[in-house]
C-alpha cells in the first residue's frame, strides 16, 4: 500500500531565504505521480508543483522546485527566496499509477512559519 | 475560473441531527473527490465519483455516512445522526479525470463541528 512520510512537523525560517521540506514515500508502482500542495491560514488548499516518476528533470515552479532522489524514494520541495506570505502548511502527495482507482494519499504536514 | 465552491463553510450541528455538505467542482471536470481532515488523522480520503458515478467509496464509514452527485455540478456528501468524533474540515476536490496523472484541485472545505 502507497504511504507518504513527512517527518518535520514544523520550521522556521528568516524571509529571503531558501527552505527545503522533506517528503518520502512507498510504493509497490513503478509509475506514480507526486504533489505538493500548500494549506493556508484560510483552510485552502492549493496545488504547488509536481512531479512525474519516469521523468529524470526536477520539476520547477516559480520559486518552489523539487529535489527527487528515486532510489532514495524522496522527493523534497524547495522554496527560494521565501516570503512572508510563504507562512503555511506544506502536504506531500502521491498517486500511484496501477492502482484500481487513482486516490491520492497525503502526508502529515509540514508547517512553515516565514519571519521577518 | 471559479474554483471548487464549497457551502456551507462553517456548521454547528447538535449531536444527532442531519449535516449536508455541498460541493460544486471546477467546470468541465469529470472526477469530484471528497476528503475529511483532522489533527489526529490528517487527510483521509472518503469517497469520488467519475461522470457522477460512485467508483470508490472506501473511504466512507459504513454507517451515517453517504455521498451523491445528482449531476455534473454538484456533489453532497451527508452525514446522518452526527456525533463529535464526526468534527472535521470536509474538502471537496475536482480534476479533469480520474486518470492519475490529473490533478486535484480543491476547495476551501467546509468545517463542521458537532456538539
Known amino acids: 500500500a502507497q504511504k507518504v512520510t513527512q517527518t518535520q512537523t514544523s520550521i522556521s525560517v528568516m524571509e529571503k531565504t531558501t527552505v527545503t521540506m522533506d517528503c518520502v514515500y512507498e510504493?509497490?508502482?513503478?509509475?506514480?505521480?507526486l504533489f505538493w500542495y500548500k494549506q493556508t491560514a484560510s483552510g485552502e488548499i492549493v496545488f504547488l508543483i509536481r512531479?512525474?516518476?519516469?521523468?529524470?528533470e526536477n520539476a520547477t515552479v516559480g520559486h518552489y522546485s523539487l529535489n527527487f532522489q528515486k532510489p532514495k524514494s524522496s522527493i523534497g520541495l524547495i522554496i527560494t527566496a521565501t516570503q512572508i506570505e510563504d507562512s503555511a502548511v506544506y502536504f506531500c502527495?502521491?498517486?500511484?499509477?496501477?492502482?484500481?482507482?487513482?486516490?491520492?494519499?497525503f502526508g502529515q504536514g509540514t508547517s512553515l512559519s516565514v519571519v521577518p | 475560473n471559479a474554483g471548487v465552491i464549497q457551502t456551507p463553510r462553517h456548521k454547528v450541528t447538535g449531536k444527532g441531527q442531519e449535516a449536508t455538505l455541498w460541493c460544486e467542482p471546477i467546470?468541465?471536470?469529470?472526477?469530484v473527490f471528497w476528503y475529511r481532515q483532522t489533527i489526529v488523522q490528517g487527510l483521509e480520503f472518503l469517497t469520488y465519483?467519475?461522470?457522477?458515478?460512485?467508483?470508490?467509496d472506501s473511504g466512507m464509514p459504513k454507517e451515517r455516512f453517504s455521498a451523491q452527485m445528482p449531476n455534473q455540478s454538484h456533489s453532497t456528501l451527508k452525514i446522518q445522526s452526527t456525533q463529535p468524533q464526526d468534527s472535521a474540515v470536509y474538502l471537496c476536490?475536482?480534476?479533469?479525470?480520474?486518470?492519475?496523472?490529473?490533478?486535484?484541485?480543491f476547495g476551501e472545505g467546509s468545517r463542521l463541528i458537532v456538539v
Open positions: 476536490a475536482s480534476s479533469f479525470s480520474d486518470r492519475v496523472g490529473n490533478t486535484l484541485y
Open positions: 510504493t509497490q508502482d513503478s509509475s506514480y505521480f
Open positions: 512531479q512525474d516518476s519516469y521523468k529524470k
Open positions: 502527495a502521491m498517486r500511484e499509477e496501477d492502482s484500481s482507482f487513482s486516490k491520492l494519499v
Open positions: 467546470s468541465g471536470h469529470s472526477a
Open positions: 465519483f467519475r461522470n457522477q458515478a460512485p467508483i470508490d
